[in-house]
């Protein structure tokens, strides 16, 4: 099998049979190299080994027998176009250690019904690209994860957009209230597709929105609200009018009772709030049944649901106003008047919910009486609110409330939705009900003030770092036990839920969980017990004021981005028994002066000492066999590197932008200097490039400025045939390359 596959320094660079139908990749391969199995049109299936990390640019394009593919822990990245016109790729399996699946990786693949992924939902959900670069060209439309499926959404919105239809074969859509914009390659391919509908509040349409669809279907309709903001924006554009449809003699009457009901309760609220301090209302929906409308006097808002004849609520109203003018009575008080009278409570409008401004009183309080579901919406300087008649704070819905230090959360709630009170700095203590049964993931993650919280015991799921970067020392729950600011399951670490700036982790952990201490930035030293075996993924990332880690012997593998970013982290201790310096492990950690890699290490992943600006020394042992891409990359302080000959494979821009770099000996065990290599390094002085050396890729020493000797270890007629690739040496004021026989001009 091995013959067929052509490997080279770990990276599997081409299968040389077309015709193989199944192939088993050795152990070793770290790599699957850029077009390594293109064209192989009768591969059936390949078992791909723990180890390989990365599958590159379009690997198994056109592998169009290809049935399933299993892909291995150790992958992080599916490169671009890599399965593409995979067409009879059925299944696909992903493990939790993917983070980006690149354009185009699975384009074309029409026939995979069945994606799992080892990881949970919520990880799913990190994986960068899984919508439009693999969900949207497959029939699936779930995902099997570790705790449950992830349905996939009709259409895919980021950031206020609406980015793609993942559903090529749907007949109609209905864009979701949330969305601002519709991207222009939205509803490429949906042939099928017939229908969008619109919400009101568009005041833009733009033609370019649908040109992907007219691409796809000429005949297709934007079905909206006659005469709303959306349908008049439409109406005004000459390419989308033709294509505008409403009901418009159900409409015109709808409007017709609606502006009825609405002058009847404009009037007599205008009338009942005339001379009130710090009041106002507005009128959010009418039907020909009812009227919803936001009522505000000083700190108390309610959202009522009243009826056509103004008769039958005038009495209500009026004394739900007398009550809430009264100084002296509390949100329970009020309350009580609201039911006693029968006044039914609403609940915000979806279509209104994102445009919809709460605003507190003059000292940023609020009582709230709403019914149902409190959605995400906008509060205006919120320092304390008590809700009414609530039943779920839904995902979102007071994220980023950075001023609000006070929440009362009434008996009525069942559900705490995810993110609910993200990033709400300035919570200092929560009561959560007993009719609580579920917290959502990251429900009251990074509320730095959050010290007191009480769990009822009928709450059956808390959902993952649910209190994450809070400020609780101490908690007992079934579900979660938070000791000395850790949240500990079993002997793992799963995440930091205090501000402490020195954490022990306790005797028996043998796993710093992924992410446990991202973005801990009050954590200035942390002792990591000998215990510990494994630091996962970004374990501390983001710890600004971490000034030294010592890492105990127990550990073999330094994970990805696991101290990235750790800014004030000036010394560490790397243990002999580490094997491998992940990805990014410690990128950006400024004020890094010197480390010592131990014997032991094969590898120093990718970018994993890149932008430490005052890394002035670091120890190579002869262990190590690669230097990753840019694992040096902007080490502005960096004077000297010896590279041990051990090293056979100094990967691109490994050294780029070493601007103090003034020697470097590159060992006989190198073959090819890659691109970019030491491109930047403007102290660079002299070179010595060894005989081994047969290919310099593109730009390796561009813009190494004071390079003025280069030395060849074997004859001008070896120089010659080195495969120099152009821009090499763009920017070198050197004119003529020093051989063992001679000069050789450059």
Not at 145 to 153: I, Y
Not at 304 to 309: E, I, Q, V
Not at 506 to 532: H, K, Y
Not at 588 to 601: N, Q, R, T, W, Y
Request: net charge negative.
């Amino acid at each position: 099998m091995t013959d067929i596959l052509k490997i080279e320094n770990g990276v599997l660079i081409a299968c040389t049979d077309k015709s193989v139908t199944s192939v088993v990749i050795p152990e070793g391969v770290r790599r699957i190299g850029r077009i390594a199995f293109l064209d192989c049109a009768s591969l059936v299936s390949v078992e791909i080994p723990e180890g390989v990390r990365y599958i590159d640019e379009r690997a198994f394009n056109r592998c169009s027998s290809l049935e399933s593919v299993v892909l291995p822990s150790s992958v992080t990245e599916i490169g671009e176009y890599a399965f593409r016109t995979c067409k009879s790729l059925k299944s696909v399996v992903i493990k939790s250690s993917a983070t980006k699946i690149c354009e185009g990786a699975f384009e074309y693949c029409e026939s995979i019904t069945s994606v799992e992924f080892s990881g949970t939902v919520a990880q799913w959900k990190e994986v960068e690209g899984k919508e439009v670069n693999l969900l949207h060209y497959i029939p699936a439309m779930s995902v099997k994860c570790s705790d449950g499926e992830w349905q996939k959404p009709v259409i895919f919105v980021k950031d206020g957009i609406a980015v793609k239809c993942l559903y090529n074969k749907a007949t109609s859509v209905e864009i979701p209230e949330d969305v601002t914009a519709i991207g222009k390659r939205a509803f490429s391919g949906c042939k099928s597709l017939s229908t969008v509908t619109l919400g009101d509040d568009f005041e833009k349409v733009p033609s370019e929105w649908f040109d992907s669809l007219n691409e796809a279907n000429a005949n297709y309709e934007i079905i909206c609200t006659e005469d709303s903001l959306t349908y008049k924006a439409i109406k005004r554009s000459a390419r989308l009018k033709a294509h505008v449809k409403t009901l418009a003699l159900q409409n015109a009457k709808n409007k017709k009772i609606a502006q009825v009901n609405k002058a009847g309760a404009d009037a007599v609220l205008s009338s009942l709030l005339a001379g009130k301090a710090d009041s106002s209302f507005e009128i959010l929906s009418n039907t020909k049944s009812s009227t919803v409308v936001l009522l505000k006097i000083a700190k108390n808002t309610g959202l009522f649901k009243l009826g056509t004849d103004s008769s039958k609520w005038l009495l209500k109203i009026k004394k739900v106003i007398e009550a809430f003018s009264d100084l002296s009575k509390s949100g329970a008080d009020i309350f009580a008047v609201i039911q006693e009278l029968k006044l039914p409570l609403a609940e915000i409008p979806v279509k209104k919910a994102k445009l919809l401004m709460l605003k507190a009183d003059c000292d940023g309080f609020m009582n709230l009486f709403v019914t149902g579901k409190l959605i995400a919406k906008r509060f205006k300087v919120i320092k304390s609110i008590a809700l009414f008649g609530v039943t779920e704070i839904c995902d979102n819905a007071f994220k980023g409330c950075k001023s609000l230090a006070s929440v009362v959360i009434p008996p009525g709630v069942t559900e705490i939705g995810e993110g609910a009170f993200y990033g709400c700095k300035s919570l200092t203590s929560v009561v959560i009900p007993e009719g609580v049964t579920a917290i959502g993931n990251w429900a009251f993650y990074d509320c730095k003030s959050l010290s007191s919280v009480v769990i009822p015991p009928g709450v059956t799921e808390i959902g993952e770092e649910a209190f994450m970067g809070c400020n609780i020392n101490e908690l007992s729950h079934p579900l979660l036990a938070i000791k000395d600011g850790l949240v500990v399951k079993g002997s793992k670490v799963l995440y930091c839920a205090s501000q402490s700036g020195s954490v022990t982790i306790p005797d028996g952990v043998m796993e710093i969980g992924r992410m446990a201490f991202r973005n801990c930035t009050s954590l200035t030293s942390v002792v990591i017990p000998e215990g510990v075996t494994e630091i996962g993924a970004s374990a501390f990332f983001a710890c600004k004021s971490l000034t030294s880690v010592v890492i105990p012997p127990g550990v073999t593998e330094i994970g990805f981005e696991a101290f990235c970013g750790c800014k004030s982290l000036t010394s560490v201790v790397i243990p002999e028994g580490v094997t491998e310096i992940g990805t990014s492990a410690f990128r950006s950690c400024e004020s890094l002066k010197s480390v010592v890699i131990p014997e032991g290490v094969t590898e120093i992943c990718e970018r994993a000492f890149r932008d430490c600006t005052s890394l002035m020394s670091v120890v190579i042992p002869s262990s190590v066999t690669e230097i990753g891409e840019e694992a040096f990359c902007g080490c502005t302080s960096l004077a000297s590197v010896e590279i041990p000959s051990s090293v056979t494979e100094i990967d691109g821009g490994a050294f780029f932008g070493c601007t103090l770099l003034s020697s470097v000996e590159i060992p006989s065990s190198v073959t090819v200097i890659v691109a970019g290599t030491f491109e930047g390094c403007t102290s660079l002085k002299s070179l010595e490039i060894p005989s081994s050396v047969t290919v310099i890729d593109v730009g390796a020493f561009k813009d190494c400025t004071s390079l003025e000797m280069i030395e060849f270890g074997g004859t001008v007629a070896q120089w010659k045939s080195v495969e120099k690739n152009s821009g090499w040496h763009d920017g070198v004021p050197a004119t003529s390359v020093k051989c063992s026989d001679g000069e050789a001009e450059l």
